[in-house]
T-cell receptor, first 115, second 110 residues
Framework: DTAVSQTPKYLVTQMGNDKSIKCEQN?????MYWYKQDSKKFLKIMFS???????INETVPNRFSPKSPDKAHLNLHINSLELGDSAVYFC??????????????FGPGTRLTVT | DAKTTQPTSMDCAEGRAANLPCNHS???????VYWYRQIHSQGPQYIIH???NNETNEMASLIITEDRKSSTLILPHATLRDTAVYYC???????????FGTGTRLTIIP
């Protein structure tokens, strides 16, 4: 059973389009994240949701809008795609225990290519 | 979060122990040391974390110096599947936000 899953695995689209990436975790965690890994392999956090509430928003263009319909899902919608949005996007989840977060579990990634 | 410094790359012979160093000289008292790895084209994988004491789990051991300014991740019997980029991260106890650096590219040689 996949703990953190993402769809689609690959996404090729043209500039200006709007697209969504979906993430689901079956670990029962209450916190989910989106990370972006660019062509130079730098991995940076974009957003974090705890119990469907946004807790981290890292200077990401407002073309990116995360949506958490429930604790198990965190989707990423991107409007007006640009060439620079091409990257691998990773979803992750973790659980708050004793007031602290520990390990994060990552999904397999979605490779987005904007042409 | 404290900055960490790791060697860019390392090689290790298959079956030997792989020792990956990490410097975190500005780490504060409430910051943990976390290790993750990323095998080619996959999502990062949690390995281990620690605060002050040495830690061991089924994947690895983490040795933290007494002054907490550096640590070493030990993979006791490296296999080819351990070839990956290993990230050392120093973060607050809450650590909602992981700040990944460039990591160490570990290559296990047959």
């Amino acid at each position: 059973d996949t703990a953190v899953s993402q769809t689609p695995k690959y996404l090729v689209t043209q500039m200006g389009n709007d697209k969504s990436i979906k993430c689901e975790q079956n670990l029962g965690h209450d916190t989910m994240y989106w990370y972006k890994q660019d062509s130079k392999k730098f991995l940076k956090i974009m957003f974090s949701y705890n119990n469907k509430e946004l807790i981290i928003n890292e200077t990401v263009p407002n073309r990116f809008s995360p949506k958490s319909p429930d604790k198990a899902h965190l989707n990423l919608h991107i409007n007006s795609l640009e060439l620079g949005d091409s990257a691998v996007y990773f979803c992750a989840s973790s659980q708050l225990r004793g007031g602290r977060f520990y390990e994060q579990y990552f999904g397999p990634g979605t490779r987005l290519t904007v042409t | 979060d404290a900055k960490t410094t790791q060697p860019t790359s390392m090689d290790c012979a298959e079956g030997r122990a792989a020792n990956l160093p990490c410097n975190h000289s500005t780490i504060s008292g409430n910051e943990y040391v976390y290790w993750y790895r990323q095998i080619h084209s996959q999502g990062p994988q949690y390995i281990i974390h620690g605060l002050k004491n040495n830690e061991t789990n089924e994947m690895a051991s983490l040795i933290i110096t007494e002054d907490r300014k550096s640590s070493t991740l030990i993979l006791p019997h490296a296999t080819l599947r351990d070839t990956a980029v290993y990230y050392c991260i120093a973060g607050k106890t809450g650590n909602e936000k992981l700040t990944f650096g460039t990591g160490t590219r570990l290559t296990i040689i047959p």
